[in-house]
Structure formats: structure tokens, C-alpha cells
């Protein structure tokens, strides 16, 4: 994709074609590590994600409610590291779109349709943990499997349709020149998107987050209290402290998953310029960037995962595992 001219000589994506963009020159060692760096981060964010997803899917024991969420939120940011990823990539590098509009159309529906579903995911997550720890024994009675897995169906349907929708009924695609890949959106539909896309599923997760912090403090407490005083936990003491740690690790993947996307939003609000800037595309690698952090909170946090991963890569009980 890449070719040599004379230092002053102007590049073009498609130098047959009189309406094309101009190329940025970059040089051979800045162009071998940026397709380097961005190849290594793809790989990485689909290998995490994909332990992740063959550790839920194949071990029994890993069949919960809310590991079937995380399940969810595994797929939507392998997506991202394999399709995503390279296709940004190429454009920020090339600094040209070297695929056809239709590609450009369903790309922009696909980085939607991902944003809005991982959001969706992390709003259940907080419902899924609101329940457990607020209300324990009403928990088994009110989050199923079943329930779970319709809810994820529903969510990735939505989350399509709106898309589609959205990019229809509220974007344009013509460019200023040929080899960019901008879809052009109206003010007023950049708001009426930031509302059901961000706004109302953040506040949602902040307010469920908030309350679960103070109920989990509160009952760490006691129990503390209780071991402190040499009396006997019961059951149900230590589930709930099991919950409260959960609780816990799931509200650092949604505070690491807020701060990484809120700049995008930001950014989403500035009207539409012909030229994407270096800070445009670091904040927009940075929202990238999270789906590759996820899988290593959970291998900080969760012993489960670990464990998995052990037989995953040892090949050990892969295969009987029950």
C-alpha cells in the first residue's frame, strides 16, 4: 500500500484518481513500527478474549449468570481486536480508507453495535450484582440461566437494529475526497444518540454501583466484626463477603471501561472536521485499548480464570473436563 516519491512530492491514496485524498508521509521506520505495534496489540486483545470465552464455554463449573455476561463482554472485545482493530489500524497508518463504501458503512455499524453492547452488558452486570449483593435471597429466584442468556440475545438484537438505524436515518457518507472513511452525523443526532448510547446506561451503572459499594462495605464490616469476636460465620456470611469481592472486581472493569470511553464521547460531541487529528485517534485508540485490559483485570482477580487458562494452555483436561 505503501510507496516511495521524492521528498516534495505530493502522495495520494489512489494517484490514478483526480478527487483523491492526499496521503501523509511517513517513514519506512515509523511505518514498519506502527504496523508492528498495531498487528502484536490486535493479536493480544483476540488471545485474551478468546481464553476467556473457551474458559466459560467449556468448564461446567463457570456456567453462572453472571460469567455468561462476561462471556458477553469477552465476544464483544475479541470483535473489536479482530475486526476493529486492523481495519483502524490500516486507516491510521495509511491515513486512507482502502476498502470500498459499503465496507466504511458496515464498519462504522460495527464499532456501534459493539460500543452500545459491551455498555448493555455492564449495565446487567450491575443489575446481576445489585441483586446479589442487596437483596441475596431473592438472587437465585430472579437471575436464571435462562433469563440471563435471553437477555444477552435481546441486547446483541437491539443493539444491531439501533445501529442500523442510527446510521441510516442520522449519517452521510459523502467525503471530501476519495479514500476517507467519515460518517458524517447531524448535531441533533450526535444528542439524541448520546442519550439511550451512554448517558442513561452509565447512570444507571454508576447509581446500582454506588448503592452495592455502601450494602458491601456495610456487611464486610459486620463480618469482620464477627471474625474479630471469634464467632462462627455461617454460609451465608461468607457468600456474601464472596459477593462483596466480586462486586468489587467488576466495579474496577466498569471504572477502567468508563475512563477509557468517556473521551470518545467528548470527542463525539466536536462537530465533524475535514482532518482527524493525533488526539482524535489516541483517544480513540485508548477506548480500543480497553477491550485488551479487560481479560487482565480478570486474571488479576479472579483465581478461576487462572486456573482455566492453566489447563487451556497446558492442554490439560481440555478435553474432559467436567
Not at 475479541?78 to 486507516?91: D, K, N, Q, S
Amino acid at each position: 500500500m505503501a510507496f516511495e516519491t521524492e521528498d516534495n512530492e505530493t502522495q495520494y491514496c489512489f494517484p490514478a484518481i483526480n478527487s483523491s485524498c492526499i496521503k501523509r508521509k511517513r517513514s519506512t521506520y515509523e511505518y514498519n513500527i506502527m504496523y508492528v505495534f498495531f498487528s502484536l496489540l490486535s493479536v493480544w486483545t483476540v488471545f485474551l478474549n478468546l481464553l476467556v470465552i473457551i474458559s466459560i464455554s467449556h468448564f461446567k463449573k463457570l456456567h453462572t449468570p453472571t460469567n455468561m455476561l462476561i462471556l458477553s463482554l469477552a465476544v464483544t472485545d475479541l470483535l473489536v481486536g479482530l475486526i476493529v482493530m486492523p481495519l483502524e489500524g490500516i486507516r491510521l497508518i495509511e491515513t486512507c480508507w482502502y476498502f470500498k463504501d459499503t465496507i466504511c458503512n458496515l464498519f462504522s455499524i460495527t464499532m456501534g453495535l459493539l460500543l452500545s453492547t459491551s455498555l448493555n452488558n455492564l449495565v446487567f452486570i450491575a443489575v446481576d450484582r445489585y441483586v446479589a449483593v442487596c437483596h441475596p435471597l431473592l438472587y437465585t429466584q430472579k437471575i436464571t440461566m435462562t433469563r440471563t442468556i435471553t437477555i444477552i440475545c435481546v441486547c446483541w438484537f437491539c443493539s444491531s437494529t439501533y445501529n442500523i438505524l442510527i446510521v441510516i436515518t442520522t449519517s452521510t457518507s459523502k467525503y471530501t475526497c476519495y479514500g476517507e472513511c467519515t460518517l458524517m452525523f447531524t448535531f441533533v443526532g450526535k444528542i439524541i444518540d448520546l442519550f439511550p448510547s451512554f448517558l442513561f446506561p452509565c447512570t444507571i451503572i454508576i447509581t446500582l454501583y454506588l448503592r452495592i459499594f455502601y450494602v458491601a462495605h456495610h456487611q464486610v464490616k459486620v463480618i469482620n466484626s464477627l471474625m474479630r469476636s471469634g464467632k462462627h460465620l455461617t454460609e451465608g456470611s461468607v457468600r456474601r463477603k464472596s459477593e462483596s469481592k466480586a462486586a468489587l472486581t467488576l466495579g474496577i472493569i466498569v471504572t477502567v471501561y468508563l475512563l477509557c470511553w468517556i473521551p470518545f464521547f467528548i470527542l463525539s460531541l466536536i462537530p465533524n472536521t475535514k482532518n482527524t487529528s493525533d488526539t482524535d485517534y489516541f483517544m480513540l485508540w485508548i477506548m480500543y485499548i480497553n477491550s485488551a485490559l479487560n481479560p487482565l483485570i480478570y486474571a488479576i482477580f479472579y483465581p478461576w480464570f487462572r486456573t482455566s487458562v492453566k489447563h487451556i494452555l497446558n492442554l490439560y483436561k481440555i478435553f474432559n473436563a467436567a
